[in-house]
């Protein structure tokens, strides 16, 4: 997986030299139809216009770095990019914001699949309308059948299958998941993956991500109901900060092993503290950025890196612990992990 990262990584770098040389919300980025290249290196403007669909909620910071990586291919390629997401996650509502951007008619569309039940037909809808499709964050397993070209993010069960390991090595045998999205099929392959690196039944315990204070609560009720709990692996942020309080009020704060999906300011310091074992980083920045990168190079040139033979590029997973968190940071302090 290392190697696919390095790959995607190095044709990044190469497509944006290249590039840069010749309800929901809506956040639109870039601008279109006018031409600022010349000797002072500026980026030419180009007519394109890419709609990006995501389930990210915005109570979720995690999206906001990947809108950040949006953002700047939309600047970087001089493109147009509307960046939008439904208020909640509502597979219904953004279905509807799919269908909406298809009629538009734009170049391209970049959707993230956490239910492909409910998104295949107006996914496919798109690709029926002749629009490229390239899928990011969620869908790993499901994009190629649906008719999406490529897919840019981590394979989810596999991330936690290394998550899972790495518990079973520090001799944990009693944990349980944290899932902050029920019904997010990438979430679900996250618990399941680790329950399979472990070795050892692990419990699923749903919370709500807008409802810090409830998920806190169900986080205490369970290490109130079974003392014998050893390990926490929660799968974002919206879960992780709710946890590190319940553990807190415990009494224990790094005694159980515990560790996260995804970075935020808090797990970072909690990893430097030593409190939390580590966070896997899927590199939501790029997530949104190689996208944007991908469709201009596609509409331009008609060819796609594939990543693998599985056209899966990979951003992650990349494990932040202790002894590289302080390096992460100012990254995460820039918006940019």
């Avoid at 960046?83 to 509502?90: E, H, I, S, V």
């Avoid at 298809?102 to 629009?131: E, F, Q, Y």
């Avoid at 001799?171 to 679900?188: F, K, M, S, W, Y």
């Avoid at 709500?208 to 799968?235: K, M, R």
Wanted: charged share 15%; hydrophobic share 45%; proline share 4%.
């Amino acid at each position: 997986m290392r190697r696919k990262l390095w790959i995607a990584l190095v044709l990044a770098l190469g497509l944006v030299a290249a590039a840069c040389s010749s309800g929901g919300t809506t956040t639109t980025a870039g601008s279109t139809g006018t031409t600022a290249g010349g000797d002072d290196g500026a980026v030419s403007q180009r007519s394109y216009r890419f709609v990006v669909v995501s389930h990210g909620q915005a109570s979720d910071p995690f999206w906001s770095v990947a809108a950040n990586g949006v953002k700047q291919a939309a600047e970087d390629m001089g493109v147009e990019v509307e960046y939008q997401a439904p208020g909640t996650f509502d597979m219904v509502e953004m279905s509807q914001i799919i269908d909406a951007a298809v009629a538009s008619n734009p170049d391209g569309l970049v959707v993230t699949i956490p239910d492909a039940d409910a998104l295949g037909p107006s996914i496919k809808a798109a690709v029926a309308a002749g629009i490229p499709v390239i899928s990011m964050n969620s869908g790993s397993d499901v994009f190629k059948d649906l008719g999406v070209k490529v897919h840019v993010g981590q394979t989810e069960y596999e991330a936690g299958l290394l998550a899972g390991q790495r518990f079973a090595e520090e001799g944990v045998t009693n944990a349980i998941c944290i899932n902050q999205e029920v019904g997010n099929v990438a979430l679900d392959l996250r618990c399941q993956g680790f329950e399979d690196g472990l070795g050892s039944p692990v419990k699923v315990v749903p919370v709500d991500l807008a409802d810090p204070t409830g998920a806190q609560e169900a986080v205490s009720a369970e290490l109130q109901a079974n003392a014998g709990i050893d390990g926490i692996l929660t799968l974002g942020p919206t879960g992780a900060e709710p946890t590190l309080a319940a553990l807190d009020q415990a009494g224990q704060l790094g005694k159980i092993k515990f560790a996260t999906f995804d970075l935020s300011p808090k797990v970072l310091e909690e990893i430097q503290n030593g409190n939390m074992l580590f966070a896997i980083d899927q590199a939501q920045y790029l997530q949104g950025y190689l996208p944007i990168v991908l469709l201009t190079q596609f509409l331009e040139t008609g060819a796609l890196p594939l990543g693998s033979v599985d056209r899966v590029i990979l951003t992650g997973p990349q494990f932040v612990t202790k002894d590289n968190a302080a390096d992460v940071v100012k990254f995460a302090e820039q918006g940019l992990r």
